[in-house]
């Protein structure tokens, strides 16, 4: 994001809910996994992008067919 207060809060407490956040607003259910396993063959630990519930599964995947429907239009 290209906020100054992003900034400030990454690598803070704080920074797994901000990365949740982008996320949401900017990212795809592809961008999830791929995150996921990049920081699992990193570190070893996929913990700093927490495991979706299943309503958020639901959501991101809602979310990235929006995303895939405006990005396509005819």
């Known amino acids: 994001m290209d906020v100054v207060e992003y900034d400030v809060l990454e690598g803070t407490e704080t920074s797994m809910n ?5 996320l949401f607003s900017q ?15 990193s570190f070893g630990d996929a913990s700093r ?4 519930v299943p309503d ?5 995947k809602q979310l990235t067919v929006l995303t895939l429907a ?5």
Do not use: F, H, I, M
Request: hydrophobic content about 40%.
């Open 27 to 41: 990212g795809t259910w592809s961008d999830y996994k791929s995150e996921r396993a990049k920081l699992a063959s």
């Open 56 to 60: 958020q599964v639901l959501k991101l």
């Open 49 to 52: 992008l927490p495991q979706l």
């Open 18 to 22: 901000l990365d949740v956040l982008c």
């Open 70 to 74: 405006e990005t396509n239009k005819a």
